[in-house]
């Protein structure tokens, strides 16, 4: 028997059919009973009979279900859940949606949103970020309506509206930063690029990398507040000169911030002391850009005779630091010495210059039983050979300003510049910056770049966490929306730490991300007939991550 679904006139009907053969061995077709018509049927008004023929068969009733459970690939939602989250209650949703609205047929602030927390989850090209996607629920997005062609499209949006963006993400961020007084740190890092074509206008240019010798590159001056958090970025050719980049980003900072002051802060890596008064002489709505620069290591041969009363007097026997200040190129010298520090420092120097002295005395000892007619085993040494082995030692070690190598001598020699020695004594453990700031201690003048080794962190977060290098972008318009996706990601990251900091959470934003991410999206279809869905359920340290940066924990119902 078979159910058969037979017309009369407009009208289908439901019948219950037998096939048998007749006396003649035909096959013949007879209803057994009419189950009614077709939208009674498929309404539930036959259930009754349906259900009697299950339980006759042996079969589990509509009531009972079919027995069958299917799992739905689970899809975590608790990291994307706290960006989501993040996100809104720093008012970039509504802020961008503003600016980015009716530019395109589709949602690109979503599509933003989903770029940059791409970057924090698991940073990927765009066409990763599809792939990223088939795993993950982001709240408030229809990830399967998203293609290559929208991530595209979106990044060219961010070209064009690029000014109007970073305005509004400064307003969004002005409640975070101090107006009487901001104290900036800029610092230029390289960004490495991929491709080998050349375009008109290209960002990707030939240089020398910060990692090390010369790539392919573009780079990259993000500004950024005493707290870490970063308020401002640009991208330059990656063969500009460092110190062109810096007026027109403090301009551009001073403008969009309205800031009553900005001190820049630098590392030694940054600035020239050659160009001091060429810095001197940039005003900002005529007041002298204020700054405090690192003093470069191969500068302190100049700084011998001024340091000495000051080393003799606060540091040889110090027991706690010992700040200093002295009149430069009429600037303020600015001195820290910490004598834990030195004495690490300088032991350590002592401990490498003894083992090379020793290896150099083990070479004159074998040089000198050689020549004796003493033989060894191997190639017989020569005074060249040892003397390069002794050189690229020394090198290696990076004592070569202490112990000269004498390549140009006939046997081997080297000497030890007691000088350099003491020099480099006299600096350990000491931190020599230089500044035009008149109102403030030598101890504020320290604790304030010190800072910035926090800061250059984050360049580091860009590169690793966040992953923005290398780039595989050509278009001068798209690298910079990849840099502009990035930074945004880093304001996340930076907010996030602070939220983190001020509960006195022991985690880093990257480790909270990793336990919101084990909140994972599940759904179940239940008997063919019904879908169940849930999250898993919160374990105690997600419920404190939560309540420790002030957003609500994810919710079935606001998904």
């Given at each position: 028997?078979?159910?058969k679904?037979?017309?009369?006139?407009?009208?289908?009907?439901?019948?219950?059919?037998?096939?048998?053969?007749?006396?003649?061995?035909?096959?013949?077709?007879?209803?057994?009973?009419?189950?009614?018509?077709?939208?009674?049927?498929?309404?539930?008004?036959s259930?009754?009979?349906?259900?009697?023929?299950?339980?006759?068969?042996?079969?589990?009733?509509?009531?009972?279900?079919?027995?069958?459970?299917?799992f739905?690939p689970?899809?975590?939602?608790?990291?994307?859940?706290?960006?989501?989250?993040?996100?809104?209650e720093?008012?970039?949703?509504?802020a961008?949606?503003?600016?980015?609205?009716?530019?395109?047929?589709?949602?690109?602030?979503?599509?933003?949103?989903?770029?940059?927390?791409?970057?924090?989850?698991?940073?990927?090209?765009?066409l990763?970020?599809?792939?990223?996607?088939?795993?993950?629920?982001?709240?408030?997005?229809?990830?399967?309506?998203?293609?290559?062609?929208?991530?595209?499209?979106?990044?060219?949006?961010?070209s064009?509206?690029?000014?109007?963006?970073?305005?509004?993400?400064?307003?969004?961020?002005k409640?975070?930063?101090?107006?009487?007084?901001?104290?900036?740190?800029?610092?230029?890092?390289?960004?490495?690029?991929?491709?080998?074509?050349?375009?008109?206008?290209?960002?990707?240019?030939?240089?020398?990398?910060?990692?090390?010798?010369?790539?392919?590159q573009?780079?990259?001056?993000?500004?950024?507040?005493?707290?870490?958090?970063p308020?401002?970025?640009?991208?330059?050719?990656?063969n500009?000169?460092?110190?062109?980049?810096?007026?027109?980003?403090?301009?551009?900072?001073?403008?969009?911030?309205?800031?009553g002051?900005?001190?820049?802060?630098?590392?030694?890596?940054?600035?020239?002391?050659?160009?001091?008064?060429?810095?001197?002489?940039?005003?900002?709505?005529?007041r002298?850009?204020?700054?405090?620069?690192?003093?470069?290591?191969?500068?302190?041969?100049?700084?011998?005779?001024?340091?000495?009363?000051?080393?003799?007097?606060?540091?040889?026997n110090?027991?706690?630091?010992a700040?200093?200040?002295?009149a430069?190129?009429?600037?303020?010298l600015?001195?820290?010495?910490?004598?834990?520090?030195?004495?690490?420092?300088?032991?350590?120097?002592?401990?490498?210059?003894?083992?090379?002295?020793?290896?150099?005395?083990?070479?004159?000892?074998?040089?000198?039983?050689?020549?004796?007619?003493?033989?060894?085993?191997?190639?017989?040494?020569?005074?060249?050979?040892?003397?390069a082995?002794?050189?690229?030692?020394?090198?290696?070690?990076?004592?070569?300003?202490i112990?000269?190598?004498?390549?140009?001598?006939?046997?081997?020699?080297?000497?030890?510049?007691?000088?350099?020695?003491?020099?480099?004594?006299?600096m350990?453990?000491?931190?020599?910056?230089?500044t035009?700031?008149?109102d403030?201690?030598?101890?504020?003048?320290?604790?304030?770049?010190?800072?910035?080794?926090?800061?250059?962190r984050?360049?580091?977060v860009?590169?690793?966490?966040?992953?923005?290098?290398?780039?595989?972008?050509?278009?001068?318009?798209?690298?910079?929306?990849?840099?502009?996706?990035?930074?945004?990601?880093?304001?996340?990251?930076?907010v996030?730490?602070m939220?983190?900091?001020?509960?006195?959470?022991?985690?880093?934003?990257?480790?909270?991300?990793?336990?919101?991410?084990?909140i994972?999206?599940?759904?179940?279809?239940?008997?063919?007939?019904?879908?169940?869905?849930?999250?898993?359920?919160?374990?105690?340290?997600?419920?404190?991550?939560?309540?420790?940066?002030?957003?609500?924990?994810?919710a079935v119902?606001?998904?």
């Amino acid at each position: 028997m078979f159910v058969k679904v037979t017309k009369s006139g407009p009208r289908r009907y439901v019948k219950l059919v037998e096939s048998y053969r007749d006396e003649a061995g035909k096959p013949r077709q007879r209803v057994i009973a009419t189950l009614g018509r077709l939208e009674a049927v498929t309404a539930g008004e036959s259930s009754a009979l349906i259900n009697g023929l299950l339980r006759v068969s042996g079969q589990p009733t509509l009531e009972e279900g079919t027995g069958e459970t299917d799992f739905a690939p689970a899809r975590s939602v608790g990291d994307t859940w706290l960006l989501t989250s993040l996100w809104k209650e720093l008012g970039l949703d509504d802020a961008f949606r503003r600016v980015l609205r009716s530019k395109r047929q589709f949602d690109v602030e979503r599509l933003l949103r989903v770029m940059v927390f791409n970057r924090l989850c698991d940073p990927e090209s765009k066409l990763g970020v599809l792939r990223w996607l088939e795993d993950v629920l982001v709240p408030g997005v229809d990830t399967a309506s998203i293609s290559h062609q929208h991530l595209l499209r979106t990044m060219d949006t961010l070209s064009d509206c690029s000014e109007a963006l970073n305005d509004v993400l400064a307003q969004q961020l002005k409640p975070l930063i101090d107006q009487e007084l901001s104290i900036v740190f800029y610092d230029l890092t390289t960004i490495r690029a991929e491709g080998g074509t050349s375009l008109d206008g290209d960002l990707r240019h030939y240089g020398p990398s910060k990692e090390g010798g010369i790539a392919r590159q573009f780079m990259l001056g993000v500004v950024q507040t005493a707290e870490g958090l970063p308020i401002h970025h640009e991208v330059f050719d990656g063969n500009v000169a460092e110190t062109r980049t810096l007026l027109p980003t403090i301009q551009t900072v001073v403008k969009r911030f309205n800031v009553g002051r900005v001190v820049l802060v630098a590392d030694r890596g940054l600035l020239s002391l050659d160009n001091l008064a060429a810095l001197s002489a940039v005003r900002i709505e005529d007041r002298p850009l204020e700054f405090i620069l690192a003093v470069p290591g191969r500068r302190y041969g100049e700084f011998d005779d001024l340091l000495k009363a000051f080393h003799q007097t606060h540091c040889q026997n110090a027991d706690h630091e010992a700040y200093g200040e002295m009149a430069w190129q009429d600037h303020r010298l600015i001195v820290a010495h910490r004598p834990e520090v030195a004495k690490a420092q300088t032991a350590a120097r002592d401990q490498k210059i003894e083992t090379l002295q020793a290896d150099a005395r083990h070479w004159f000892e074998k040089l000198d039983n050689q020549d004796a007619g003493r033989r060894y085993r191997g190639s017989k040494l020569s005074d060249a050979g040892v003397t390069a082995r002794f050189y690229k030692a020394v090198t290696d070690a990076h004592l070569g300003h202490i112990l000269k190598v004498d390549l140009t001598a006939e046997t081997f020699n080297y000497v030890l510049d007691q000088r350099a020695l003491d020099r480099a004594r006299m600096m350990d453990g000491k931190l020599l910056l230089v500044t035009n700031m008149a109102d403030h201690d030598p101890q504020e003048i320290v604790d304030r770049y010190r800072a910035l080794a926090d800061i250059e962190r984050g360049f580091r977060v860009l590169k690793s966490d966040i992953e923005i290098a290398p780039v595989y972008h050509r278009l001068p318009d798209r690298i910079r929306a990849h840099a502009l996706i990035c930074l945004l990601a880093l304001v996340l990251y930076r907010v996030l730490r602070m939220r983190l900091k001020a509960s006195d959470h022991p985690l880093s934003p990257t480790r909270a991300l990793e336990i919101a991410r084990k909140i994972q999206f599940h759904q179940v279809l239940l008997h063919r007939r019904e879908t169940a869905s849930g999250l898993t359920k919160l374990k105690p340290e997600q419920r404190d991550l939560f309540e420790a940066i002030g957003l609500p924990a994810p919710a079935v119902s606001r998904l």
